[in-house]
């Protein structure tokens, strides 16, 4: 893709799916830091209190005292100043503890609580030229601010055969976001994961969803290998911890794909 003269304003993509283990975590870090390959700013949201993306980047979020939780709830914690580099150049990190589980309590007494993330990214939006969130599996408030401070969505889903359930939810979920909070909230795309080529059961899921989404599902396909969940142990990207594997060549071409929409 071609380069980009200036950076920002950001567009901000929320990585969605409430359903656990379908890859929104492995996604998030692996997109973003194919982006930053093709010289793209890219921010990390960890909106997960899982803390998983902190930790698949190879850092331990449960010993920081500054996490996106006091950005939300804090006037003057800023993005800027908890925001953490990662092994990747041009990415940052802005992570997430526990303490985050206790934000989607306190926010509900709040005034525009859905908007809280939103918010709190404003400032740095000309900073970036992308900020990818990583969702929690739920729908609820997290998710939610996600949906109201994100351009686009972008859908994680594993080739097994009840996938689909839960899809009509979620889709429902975003438009409503879109009719209440966020009017031009589109669905990025669909991206297919865990796909084993070999078995006739995965190409038949692929079909499906095909049938069922037509043109939002990527090009790009996630083929189920090993070396995700060996890139978590190692805390970095696939793009730079097996520079020319199948993986780090997909989460490239899918970079390329999301550039393009
Ligand atoms: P989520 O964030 O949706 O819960 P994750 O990205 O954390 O999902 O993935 C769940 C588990 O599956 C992790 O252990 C991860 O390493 C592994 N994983 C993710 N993508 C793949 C893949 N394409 N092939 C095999 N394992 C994967
Ligand atoms: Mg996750």
Same mark, same amino acid.
């Given at each position: ?6 950076? /920002?304003?950001? @567009?901000?993509?929320? !990585? ?6 379908? /890859? ?6 692996? !997109? ?20 998983? %993306? ?38 940052? %990190?802005?992570?997430?503890?526990? =303490?985050?589980?206790?934000? +989607? ?20 939006? =000309?900073?970036?030229?992308?900020? %990818? ?30 996938? !689909? ?18 009017? =031009?909230? +589109? ?20 079909? *499906?969803?095909?049938?069922?989404? /037509? ?8 083929? @189920? ?18 520079? *020319? ?10 970079? @390329?794909?999301?550039?393009? @929409?």
């Amino acid at each position: 893709p071609p380069l980009v003269a200036e950076h /920002g304003p950001a @567009r901000i993509l929320a !990585l969605c799916n409430q359903k656990g283990g379908v /890859g929104k975590t492995t996604s998030t870090i692996n !997109l973003g830091a194919a982006l930053a390959e093709f010289g793209r700013r890219v921010l990390l949201v960890d909106f997960d209190p899982q803390g998983a %993306l902190s930790v698949g980047l190879g850092i331990q979020p449960h010993h920081l005292d500054r996490t996106i939780y006091n950005v939300l709830m804090e006037r003057d914690t800023t993005v800027e100043e908890t925001v953490l580099r990662t092994c990747v150049p041009d990415m940052d %990190l802005l992570p997430s503890n526990i =303490d985050l589980s206790a934000a +989607e309590v306190q926010l509900v007494a709040e005034v525009g609580r859905e908007q809280t993330l939103g918010r709190t990214l404003r400032p740095v939006i =000309d900073n970036y030229d992308y900020i %990818l969130i990583d969702c929690q599996p739920s729908l609820g408030l997290l998710t939610v601010n996600a949906l109201a401070a994100a351009h686009g969505v972008l859908i994680p889903l594993e080739c097994e055969f009840f996938s !689909l359930r839960g899809v009509a939810l979620l889709i429902d979920t975003i438009e409503k976001v879109r009719e209440r909070l966020n009017p =031009d909230l +589109e669905i990025t795309g669909i991206l297919a994961t865990m796909y084993d080529p070999r078995t006739l059961h995965s190409r038949e899921v692929m079909a *499906r969803v095909v049938e069922a989404f /037509g043109e939002i599902v990527f090009d790009t396909v996630i083929n @189920r290998t090993v070396r995700f969940p060996e890139t978590t142990v190692a805390g970095e990207p696939i793009t730079s911890w097996a520079p *020319r594997s199948g993986g780090a060549k997909a989460y490239r071409a899918l970079a @390329r794909e999301v550039i393009a @929409r």
